[in-house]
């Protein structure tokens, strides 16, 4: 259930409180309490903690239920709930030692969890005196909080139990309480729960060895649990006693943040006075004035936020990245608006030039975090985050936790699963839900708008079963994940402020909380975002450092003709943001011809103000006059035509026309943006009455505030364009100047894509740049650049393996270049594989002509043959051997046809198109069967041919591997010769 579901129900059931227990978890704490305290309904915050029996007890693995009683309680829950996730060993299910319970009982509330718990599975098993031990452990620890807990649900463990449960609790005059633990709000949902459960433990419906939903598990109302529990009424009223002594939620917290000194406003304002001095080396003394003036109103603003640690930690782990040489990002986001954050080389985008408002970033009418997005080089961006935990230490950093959640194709595919439907009958109607990322269909609205659909649920009564299972399902979580970039940094452990949790894919801590209440929770988020343009843009300054060419991209001007003119023609296939199809059209017909053009259309080019761009064109290029809604705003719109762009266009509109602050207009456009008919209604009547100020008419001003309401509703943060446009703009520039390393840079990091490979090998013969095949001898393991020509990547061959290829290049450096290459069991290049059906040169061969004529460079055995030589139980057999052929060929090799005048069938590696390779000269074993397969009849396709060949090989393989024996398997432990 969700958070909101459970308050809502519990508030229709006239529920005075309701409790949350997720398992070793408080995920949705906070989400439960805000949920809660909105619908008047007390929240109680607790976890099935799952503890491990004392050691004389055996080793056991038991649950029992935490509540938090105060705030101590709190605080010991959610240290006791990380510790199950991160204390335990890997290979273990998250749980605690019992001792750790003793440790932290302080402020919890006990119950002994009925048929799950340790008493209720001993006292079944008839081990009363165990039972008896464990429970005085438990009342030594939690003496007044322990509750025994009875639960009715007709369960086998319960029933065995529930005699002897009271009896303990009587004899030690311990309460007793009644309780219904709940799965579903009601009983329709009890088929939907079990699929649910089916979906998580990968079984089917119909099996019969899983575990299975109990029909009983519903948030029962107050006279169903008083019939239920009839005999113990005392055990009903502990529910009330327990609900009056929890008295806490999960807390919100003011921000928490790290301090890296005892004055830390002080410090920002020198060390953003000294870079901005830096910056404005050369600057007019009357320049410099005016970037003065407006640090010193950010510094105000931020102090007197309390935010200079924030803007001083960012700086600091930026600062560290740059002086390791790890490409950053000019800035992403609001933030490219502030000044300081220029000062501090937090962002690389001059905000007064082109005219960024600080007021977007942060307002000081508004009191929100500032959030600074940080692209690193992908490669590189752990290392970012690493030295962030070696300063503030390990316990203090984390990342955030995310949750997938069950969307409309996906719940359909998962239930047709668990239902055992035809995967192709599922698939069928997955597809009939309408797809849109930017406006995704529920199963429900597909119902009622696709047709299709809507007849396969009424005519077929398992489509109808499958969507009504599904329809309840969709929206839930599935399962949880780390967030991609998001961290959080605290000045304490950060178990002490929110609960934490173990990513099996990484040794970093994860938040419990998810992104938007982690910060409620009081730690403040820092994005860490990895950007493969980065990557590619250092991979190319690189590669024109082995030429002795130096680039510093930060120091470019952005008038370079070429650049435009290459933009202009819409070739930037693989320039950043500018490299789909679409834009390439936009580019070709708007023909940009400034920087200003580039962040404009990096804007335009969205769903929404996509329909302004045949306008702006036209303005720009003098097709159409360029008209403004008002004359007051020439100076606001005059850098887009006319027309509104961005949101910071939005504000200065409203301070120009109704004598807005920028702070009041950051108000404004966030009310437009929101849609609430009460602010905007209030925005309207106060945009009224400033235009009126200006001798603006009220049917001109609403009829202004109609259009700014308008456009406000998909304008665009100029300041994220603008940074943006840069990093198009680099690539732009590196891709008009330099060729050959744009591609092997580009391409360097796209080689598991084979598709985008071919994109840029049909974009590299329009730009008549040779791609040259690869070769043994002159390849490296990525792309490299060879007199102006670029070489394809080792790496890149489908199947093969990049480690694989790194390995083999190094042997290569190490024993030199030769013609003849050896393996033996001891060499260092253990094992790489081109046996696969790859078509990863495929398109290489196609769109490239020229290089049919090509002479072959690589060269690659049979791989029957060498399979054979590895030793039998070698779990790292060698497939395949790369080999350059430098050897004279004998005249059969190099002769397309056979002696009686018939076609040569030929062996080609996979993944190399018959441009680049020639057939191996063949051992005797491999010869003779060569001589077999042309004997036979040339019949069917040439494909058909392949395929009888694949059998024929494999079935001769088979059958000499027995005959081959020892001696083949001695001969793979020398060096032989190819």
Known sequence: ???????????????????????????????????????????????????????????????????????QGYSNLCHLVSSAHLDRPVELDPHVPFSALEAMSDGLIAMTAGSEGALARLLSENQKGKAATYLDRLHACFTDRLYVEIIRRNDPVEEASEEALIELAYERDLPLIATNPAAYSDPSFHAAHDAMLCIAQSAYIESNDRHTSSPEAWLKDSAAMAELFVD?????????????RCSVGAPKRRPILPRLSDHEDEQLRADAHAGLDSRLTGRTDEEKESYRERLDFEIDVITRMGFAGYFLIVADFIKWAKAHDIPVGPGRGSGAGSVVAWALTITDLDPLALNLLFERFLNPERVSMPDFDIDFCETRRDEVI??????????????????????????????????????????????????????????????????????????DSDVRRLIDLAMKLEGLPRHASTHAAGVVIGDRRLDDLVPMYRDPRSDMPVTQFDMKYVEAAGLVKFDFLGLKTLSVLKEAERLLGEQGVSVNFSALTWDDEEVYELLQRGDTVGVFQLESEGMRRTLAAVRPTSFGDIIALVSLYRPGPMDNIPLFGDRKNGRAAIEYPHAMLEEVLKETYGIFVYQEQVMQAAQVLAGYSLGEADLLRRAMGKKIQSEMDAQRARFVEGCASHNITSAKASELFDLIDKFAGYGFNKSHAAAYALVAYHTGWLKAHHRPEFYAASMSFDMTQTDKLALFVEDMRRGEVECLPPCINASEAAFSVA????????????????????ALVAEREERGRSSRWTISRNASIRAFSIAGRSRALRPLAHSTPSLLTARPSLHLPRPSLLTRLAPRNSARAVSTVCSEAARPRSPRSDSPRSSNGRLRSEWRPSGIPSAFTSPPIPSTRTATCWKRTRRRPLRSSPISRCRRKVARARSWRASSRKRAGGRLRRAAATSWPL
């Open 787 to 806: 007199d102006g020509k670029v070489r394809y990547a080792l790496g890149a061959l489908k199947g093969v393996g990049e480690k694989a290829m790194e």
């Open 386 to 459: 690493s030295y962030v935990q070696q300063k503030y230490g390990r316990d203090r950093v984390a990342q955030i936790i995310t949750f997938g959640r069950l969307k409309a194709r996906a719940v359909l595919k998962d239930t047709g699963r668990v239902l055992q439907m035809s995967y192709g009958h599922v698939d069928r109607i997955a597809k009939m839900i309408p797809n849109h990322p930017t406006d995704p269909w529920t199963l429900e609205r597909s119902l009622n708008g696709v047709s299709e659909l809507a007849a396969e649920y009424k005519g």
């Open 1 to 71: 259930m969700e958070p909101k579901v459970i308050a809502e129900r519990a508030a229709k059931l006239g529920f005075p409180a309701v409790a949350l227990t997720d398992r070793n978890g408080l995920y949705a704490a906070m989400a439960f309490t805000e949920a809660c305290v909105a619908k008047g309904v007390q929240p109680i915050v607790g976890a099935m903690l799952a503890v491990a029996r004392p050691s004389q007890m055996g080793s056991a693995v038991d649950w029992l239920v935490l509540l938090a009683k105060d705030e």
């Open 232 to 244: 113990l009424p005392e055990a009903l009223a502990n529910t009330a006693i327990v609900a009056q």
